[in-house]
């Protein structure tokens, strides 16, 4: 219920973001400036959610896989709690990362490459913020979708199965991270983030059905905030470059 109060109030921010500035103000400068930017920042990712023509070609893919997967849900599940896929050691590194450790080592990397790299603080923090808002929205979908399945798990714990939180959020972190560095480490963090969601069905926690719905919101969230996050940082590198032009120009 926590995560659904955290994702009222941000929709709520919205309602007043429509007078807001669109140029990202430094946050420790502009403290003031920050908190009456980042609703109109934040809205811009959000409604990327609906945009049918970006995610084209994800939700054909989910309007395909995701009855399937509900047909193969009982086929899987068998031959998965007969045969297994990893040792519950293995898989439990699979919950782990799905669960915070995931969340915390993205952070964590974020803030110490761009450390490292020299980046100003201004790039890291929005990086951070990128995987902060992007996960958030994505719990908030989640667990509302949750609460209204009401499908019991597999292994009969609880009624929270459908969609998937852990694959969720690890392709929502995997999205994000591609966004920051490339493919380079996107590849691996959409690798880990298979590997979360087939931990999942090993445990006996969810559905495939529940692990394929959660790839695709965690997905299409990630890669609407990565949206915005690559609109902003443009923005703001062309107008660095023009101020650049008429100082040298001056200079002449």
């Known amino acids: 219920m926590r995560k659904i109060q955290i994702g009222f109030a941000l929709i709520f921010c919205l309602l007043i973001s429509d007078v807001l ?20 920042h934040y809205w811009n990712g959000f409604k990327g959610i609906g945009d049918v023509r970006f995610h084209r070609n994800l939700l054909i893919a989910g309007a395909v896989a995701i009855p399937v997967a509900f047909l193969l849900d009982d086929a899987v599940h068998d031959y998965v709690i007969e045969q ?3 040792s519950s050691e293995i898989s439990r590194v699979g919950d782990l990362y799905g ?3 995931g969340y915390i080592g993205a952070a964590g990397l974020v803030t110490l490459t761009g450390f490292m790299n020299g980046q ?7 990086d951070v913020e990128l995987l902060g808002e992007a996960v958030i929205t994505e719990a908030t979908i989640v667990e509302l979708l949750k609460i209204t399945s009401h499908r ?5 714990a609880n009624y929270k199965s459908f ?9 929502t972190l995997a999205a994000c991270l591609n966004e920051i560095y490339g493919k380079k480490v996107g590849i691996p963090a959409y690798a880990i983030a298979t590997f979360v969601a087939s931990s999942r069905i090993n445990d006996n926690k969810h559905y495939f059905s529940d692990v394929v ?14 949206r915005e996050h690559h609109r902003m940082w443009n923005i703001q590198s062309s107008r660095s470059c023009r101020t650049s032009t008429v100082s ?5």
């Open 84 to 86: 297994g896929l990893f």
């Open 213 to 226: 719905t959660g790839a695709i919101i965690g997905t299409i969230v990630g890669k609407s905030f990565s």
């Open 120 to 126: 100003s603080f201004k790039q890291t923090f929005s």
């Open 21 to 40: 500035p669109a140029e990202m103000p430094d946050p420790l400068r502009q403290p003031v400036g920050y908190v009456k930017w980042y609703p109109a």
């Open 163 to 171: 969609p998937s939180g852990h694959t969720s959020g690890s392709f």
């Open 248 to 252: 040298i120009s001056c200079n002449f």
């Open 152 to 156: 019991q798990r597999p292994n009969d």
């Open 99 to 101: 669960r915070r450790w």
